[in-house]
Nanobody
Framework: QVQLVESGGGLVQPGGSLTLSCAAS????????VGWYRQAPGKERELVAS????????SYADSVKGRFTISRDNAKNTVYLQMNALKPEDTAIYYC????????????WGPGTQVTVSS
């Protein structure tokens, strides 16, 4: 059974840091493209950062460039999102998504983890 579980969210002050983790199970990690998305209240879900099918990082949302870093540990089937210099506008539910390489209609979402940036 395919499962994605995010963790690491929480409440942090502006300027602080958090590291999110997405643990994957039930599928061959290397055959999926894994990325991070977020959805703020009243807004559409948006891509934050993702890997390409070859394993490279495809892009970051302009709003997080230079502050967020996506990485992965294939041995642990885990993808991370290091978030630095957090801003109140980064407040959202952060989701992990795994998309089957070359079969974009096959994808899975995790339940999400809440990140709140507030003083």
């Amino acid at each position: 059974q395919v499962q994605l579980v995010e963790s690491g969210g929480g409440l942090v002050q502006p300027g602080g840091s958090l590291t999110l983790s997405c643990a994957a199970s039930g599928f061959t990690f290397s055959t999926y493209i894994v990325g991070w998305y977020r959805q703020a209240p009243g807004k559409e879900r948006e891509l934050v950062a993702s890997f390409t099918s070859s394993g490279g990082v495809t892009s970051y949302a302009d709003s997080v460039k230079g502050r967020f870093t996506i990485s992965r540990d294939n041995a642990k089937n885990t993808v991370y999102l290091q978030m630095n210099a957090l801003k109140p506008e980064d407040t959202a539910i952060y989701y992990c998504k795994a998309t089957r390489k070359f079969f974009s209609s096959i994808y899975y979402w995790g339940p999400g983890t809440q990140v709140t940036v507030s003083s």
